[in-house]
T-cell receptor, first 114, second 114 residues
């Protein structure tokens, strides 16, 4: 079965600093990869997704992520963080040819200092 | 258009009582998912409905949990004889088809079992 690891439970950055949130997956073939954001008291919103093709994908709110097959990673990045980016971020994996039920990581809580 | 809605937003119940949680998916979305999110945890898959197919119940933690989806639209998650460990946020999501499509999440129902 596939698994998703988000090694950082909390990340603290200053407003305007760059950000990278890590996501590693365990699966033999190329999975379908997603990043979601959850603001306090809200449901999850899709930031971006990777199915195939260009390994650098652009998402909403200025986020991007890069799929690296050799490292089984799909890290989320943003060049300049805004205070409104403070939220919980979840990486998710869906395996091709499977049940299409996503497996979510435990999430990374982003704290933004002014 | 309207997003995914869930009701109630908060539910406090006594141990041993039954509860029903409701999810109204986006109109036309054939797939519907229920997840459980416990404090500091990722999303735990519970059940998946796709069109008229038999639901995938593989994530239900015990036989106290059940769900139905009427007319391919509204879904109800029922927890019988609630236990304190059932306390969590229950999230519903819908999508146009299988999980290759973006999932749209509701705001969740926060269940507290006292």
């Amino acid at each position: 079965a596939q698994s998703v690891t988000q090694p950082d439970i909390h990340i603290t950055v200053s407003e305007g600093a760059s950000l990278e949130l890590r996501c590693n997956y365990s699966y033999g073939a190329t999975p379908y990869l997603f990043w979601y954001v959850q603001s306090p008291g809200q449901g999850l919103q899709l930031l971006l997704k990777y199915f195939s093709g260009d390994t650098l994908v652009q998402g909403i709110k200025g986020f991007e992520a890069e799929f690296k097959r050799s490292q089984s990673s799909f890290n989320l990045r943003k060049p300049s963080v805004h205070w409104s980016d403070a939220a919980e971020y979840f990486c998710a994996v869906v395996t091709s040819g499977g049940s299409y039920i996503p497996t979510f990581g435990r999430g990374t809580s982003l704290i933004v200092h002014p | 258009g309207a997003g995914v809605s869930q009701s109630p937003s908060n539910k406090v119940t006594e141990k041993g009582k039954d509860v029903e949680l409701r999810c109204d998916p986006i109109s036309g979305h054939t797939a519907l998912y229920w997840y459980r999110q416990s404090l500091g945890q990722g999303l735990e898959f519970l059940i998946y409905f796709q069109g008229n197919s038999a639901p995938d119940k593989s994530g239900l933690p015990s036989d106290r949990f059940s769900a139905e989806r009427t007319g391919g639209s509204v879904s109800t998650l029922t927890i019988q004889r609630t236990q304190q460990e059932d306390s969590a946020v229950y999230l519903c999501a819908s999508s146009r088809g299988q999980t290759l499509y973006e999932q749209y999440f509701g705001p969740g129902t926060r269940l507290t079992v006292t």
